[in-house]
C-alpha cells in the first residue's frame, strides 16, 4: 500500500516512514502543508497520515481537499491537541480515524491498517478469502462455515496475511505488526515460525487450502496461486 505521511516533527516523521516501510508499505512524506497539498494532487494514495498543526496552512484543510478531488484515500488525522472539538472537527471533516500525540508506533500502525482494511473490503467488517471468513469485530474466524479456535497472535497473523495478500511480508513486517514496538526487542524470528506454523495446521485441519507460501530468504506469502 502507497502512504503519505505529512508532518513537519523531521523525528517523528521519519520514525512513522521507517516503521511502515518495515510493514512493507510504500511511503511518501511532506513536511508542510503546500508540499502535501501539492502531492495529493499529482499522486493517489492508498493512506495519508495528517498532522493537523502544519507549518502554512492546516491539516484539516488537506482533509477538505481530499475531498473535493474525490481521492479515496483513507485519512489519519494526529495532532498534539486533546480536545473532543479538534477531535470532531478532524472526523467531521472526512477523515476516518484521530490520533493523538504522543502514541506508539504500533498503535498507528493498527490504525493504519484497520483503515486500509476498510478501504481493501469496501468497509466489511467481514472479510472473506474463498472458505475462510473472518469477522473482524469478534475476533472470529469460520473455516466453511465452522468456527476455529485462534489464539489472538494467529488471529492476527491471519488478518494480516489476508488484508496484505499476495504481497511478500518480511519477518521484519510481520513481528512489527503482530507484536507491535515489543518485537525490537526479540533476539530472532524462530518464534514466527512457530506461530505459522501451528496457524497453517488449524487451517489446514479445518479443510481450508495451505495458502501460507514462504518466501524464501525473506518471509511469508498468502495465496492461492
Known sequence: MKILIIEDEKALRESIQKYLEYQGHVCETAENFLTGKEK?????????VVDIGLPYGSGLDIVKEL???E?????????????????????ESGS???????????????????????????????????????????????????AIDLTEKE????????VNQRRALTKNAIAAHVWGDDYEFLDNYDFIYTHIRNLRKKLVDAGSGDYIKTVYG???????S
Open 40 to 48: 495529493i494532487q499529482q499522486f493517489s494514495y492508498d493512506c495519508i
Open 67 to 69: 475531498k473535493d478531488l
Open 71 to 91: 481521492s479515496e484515500a483513507g485519512i489519519i488525522i494526529i495532532s498534539a491537541k486533546n480536545s473532543l472539538d479538534d477531535k470532531l472537527a478532524g472526523l
Open 96 to 146: 476516518d480515524d484521530y490520533i493523538t500525540k504522543p502514541f506508539h508506533l504500533s498503535e498507528l500502525n493498527a490504525r493504519v491498517n484497520a483503515v486500509l482494511r476498510r478501504r481493501s473490503f469496501g468497509g466489511n467488517k467481514i472479510i472473506i478469502f474463498h472458505e475462510i471468513k473472518l469477522n473482524a469485530d469478534a475476533q472470529l474466524v469460520l473455516v466453511n462455515d465452522k
Open 155 to 162: 488471529y492476527r497473523l491471519l488478518e494480516y496475511f489476508i
Open 218 to 224: 525473506s518471509g511469508y506469502r498468502f495465496t492461492d
